[in-house]
């Protein structure tokens, strides 16, 4: 059973360009978690998505960010005119749909390293 | 308030010591703790978790210890390898809700 999986790995952007970042979630997975991760910090959450539902999006940013998770195909961020502000590792966690409130363990990809110059 | 450009704290162990790291959460009322591993370049790796109804939790060659009172949790590393290096991360959430609330991490260094 494949990992997490995000592509690209490193993405370059200069400022004003647009960055889309893809996570494929594990297989049996439905629920997919997007955090963002400063230089010798710790990851911060930015939105929880379902199928075709974003679920909590409290720590997304107002403008300029947005993510889905479609019927077919992979969970995507996208960041649209960027700002050297941006530059941060991405990390998509999926994890099986809970049960009973519990909470069920959360498993991360590799990350996407974005650098906006 | 949160500090940013602030180097992460270290420990430094010899191969073989045993490690403790140690952790402060925010939210009383979470549950629910998961320490994660991150290896330079990668994501976070799941080591060991453990619920608000239990105070130690034992797995291989890792010890998680909660104390409600103090809002406080540390993960004991028993005979530590160079393959420990990493920095380690502590989690929390609670019933209910699904999302992670990280700290800002520990570097642990194994020299041999």
């Known amino acids: 059973n494949a990992g997490v999986m995000q592509n690209p790995r490193h993405l370059v952007r200069r400022r004003g360009q647009e960055a889309r970042l893809r996570c494929s979630p594990m297989?049996?997975?439905?629920?997919v978690y997007w955090y963002r991760q400063l230089p010798e910090e710790g990851l911060k959450f930015m939105v929880y998505?379902?199928?075709?539902?974003?679920?909590?999006e409290s720590g997304m940013p107002k403008e300029r960010f947005s993510a889905e998770f479609p019927k077919e195909g992979p969970s995507i961020l996208r960041i649209q005119q960027v700002v050297r502000g941006d530059s941060a590792a991405y990390f998509c966690?999926?994890?099986?749909?809970?049960?009973?409130?519990?909470?069920?363990?959360?498993?991360f990809g590799p990350g996407t390293r974005l650098t906006v110059l | 308030g949160e500090s940013v450009g602030l180097h992460l704290p270290t420990l430094s162990v010899q191969e073989g010591d045993n490690s403790i790291i140690n952790c402060a959460y925010s939210?009383?009322?979470?549950?629910?703790f998961i320490w994660y591993k991150q290896e330079s370049g990668k994501g976070p790796q799941f080591i060991i978790d453990?619920?608000?109804?239990?105070d130690k939790r034992q797995g291989q060659r890792v010890t998680v210890l909660l104390n409600k009172t103090v809002k406080h949790l540390s993960l004991q590393i028993a005979a530590t390898q160079p393959g420990d290096s990493a920095v380690y991360f502590c989690?929390?959430?609670?019933?209910?809700?699904?999302?992670?609330?990280f700290g800002k991490g520990t570097m642990l260094l194994v020299s041999p």
């Open positions: 939210n009383s009322a979470s549950d629910y």
């Open positions: 297989k049996g997975h439905s629920h």
């Open positions: 453990i619920r608000s109804n239990m």
């Open positions: 998505l379902q199928k075709e539902n974003i679920i909590d």
């Open positions: 989690a929390e959430t609670y019933s209910g809700y699904s999302t992670l609330t």
């Open positions: 966690a999926s994890s099986p749909p809970a049960w009973d409130g519990h909470y069920n363990e959360q498993f």
